[in-house]
């Protein structure tokens, strides 16, 4: 099973990105698809994630400018930013969540950077 998350990149403030998560190795029954962000020495953050049900759950932070989707049939996770602040500046992660063992799957993280 592999997460492979891709997109990030460096922009200036006020530019937008749009983030990839291909999932590969035959994941089945992914309950929670769902987008976290790191900075260094700070605890991994939820940005935004979606259900199967398509609720979706944003970051304070970020409602009105990110949008989270996905692509069941192509097993992708999508993450649109628009109106990048400095502060978004992090290693975004792509995670699922599935009814059995192990229960969650990581992607590697890329990186995010917003310049002022």
Same mark, same amino acid.
């Given at each position: 099973?592999?997460? $492979?998350?891709?997109?990030? #990149?460096?922009? $200036?403030? #006020? ?8 999932? !590969?190795?035959?994941? !089945? ?11 260094? #020495? @700070? $605890?991994?953050?939820?940005? /935004?994630?979606? %259900? %199967?049900?398509? &609720?979706?759950?944003?970051?304070? =932070?970020? +409602?009105? &400018?990110? *949008?989270?989707?996905?692509? !069941?049939?192509?097993? *992708? ?7 990048? @602040?400095? @502060?978004?500046? /992090?290693?975004?992660?792509? +995670?699922?969540?599935?009814? @059995? ?5 990581? #992607?590697?993280? %890329?990186?995010? *950077?917003? =310049?002022?």
């Amino acid at each position: 099973v592999q997460l $492979q998350a891709y997109g990030g #990149g460096l922009v $200036q403030a #006020g530019e937008s990105l749009r983030l990839s998560c291909a999932i !590969s190795g035959g994941i !089945s029954n992914i309950a929670v698809w769902a987008w976290y962000r790191q900075v260094p #020495g @700070k $605890q991994r953050d939820l940005v /935004a994630q979606i %259900t %199967t049900g398509e &609720r979706e759950v944003y970051a304070d =932070s970020v +409602k009105g &400018r990110f *949008t989270i989707s996905r692509d !069941s049939l192509k097993n *992708t996770l999508y993450l649109q930013m628009s109106s990048l @602040k400095p @502060k978004d500046t /992090a290693v975004y992660y792509c +995670k699922v969540l599935v009814p @059995k063992y192990p229960f969650l799957y990581w #992607g590697q993280g %890329t990186q995010v *950077t917003v =310049s002022s």
